[in-house]
Nanobody
Framework: QVQLVESGGGLVQAGGSLRLSCAASGRTVSRYTMAWFRQAPGKDRDFVAAVTWTGGNTYYADSVRGRFAISRDNAKNTVYLQMNSLKPEDTAVYYC???????????????WGQGTQVTVSS
């Protein structure tokens, strides 16, 4: 079983930056697409970004494109989400996921982390 643990969340002012990390253990995830989703209270869990197993292809939600960057270190089985120019609407619990035959759909992912809170103040 693959276990994913997110870290790096916190409180930041609008315009600031955070970097989230997702460490995988239990089984290699090098072959998997890795992704970040986020969910605000009372809202759907939405796709944020994904990177394929090669690390050569990235995908972003329109709302974060140009501000966020996803990357992975396969040797460490770790994926990162660099978040810049943060906005209050980015406030959510951010979840790491692995799997992703279809990168933007929740159902495509087999493994999920516990989430890390990101709060952006105005």
């Amino acid at each position: 079983q693959v276990q994913l643990v997110e870290s790096g969340g916190g409180l930041v002012q609008a315009g600031g930056s955070l970097r989230l990390s997702c460490a995988a253990s239990g089984r290699t995830v090098s072959r998997y697409t890795m992704a970040w989703f986020r969910q605000a209270p009372g809202k759907d869990r939405d796709f944020v970004a994904a990177v394929t197993w090669t690390g050569g292809n990235t995908y972003y939600a329109d709302s974060v494109r140009g501000r966020f960057a996803i990357s992975r270190d396969n040797a460490k089985n770790t994926v990162y989400l660099q978040m810049n120019s943060l906005k209050p609407e980015d406030t959510a619990v951010y979840y790491c996921a692995a799997g992703g035959a279809v990168v933007t759909f929740i159902k495509a992912y087999d493994y999920w982390g516990q989430g890390t809170q990101v709060t952006v103040s105005s």
